[in-house]
């Protein structure tokens, strides 16, 4: 009853913006908190952002103030705005989703979806 489909990554210069979307089945949108994971080459993958039911949005240091989070209960999409990407923010990023909140300790969600690819060189 879960599924997440997301699209928008590619690739851009240094200091450009991407708006990454998930599309989320209607069972986990009205009961899961969701986000955005990324792995980038070589390295574990991390936590990015997150939100909760209730619109509660967290994110982890390196993205403050550039990246964004937000719902569309309408389309039941998850976006990810980027602005002023920089070259360690290539990654591949992936749609998530978790009944329980997971921007605490970013321990890895549940449900995942395919991941799109985000490249910025400089």
């Known amino acids: 009853q879960v599924q997440l489909v997301e699209s928008g990554g590619g690739s851009v210069q240094a200091g450009e913006s991407l708006r990454l979307s998930c599309s989320i089945s209607a069972y986990a949108w009205v009961r899961y908190s969701m986000g955005w994971y990324r792995q980038a080459p070589g390295k574990e993958r991390e936590g990015v952002a997150c939100?909760?039911?209730?619109?509660?949005?967290t994110y982890v240091d390196s993205v403050k103030g550039r990246f964004t989070i937000y719902k569309d209960n309408a389309k039941r999409t998850l976006y990810l705005q980027m602005n002023s990407l920089k070259p360690e923010d290539t990654a591949i990023y992936y749609c998530v989703a978790d009944r329980s909140w997971f921007g605490s300790a970013w321990w890895p969600p549940k449900y995942w979806g395919q991941g799109t690819q985000v490249t910025i060189s400089s």
């Open positions: 939100i909760d039911t209730s619109d509660k949005a």
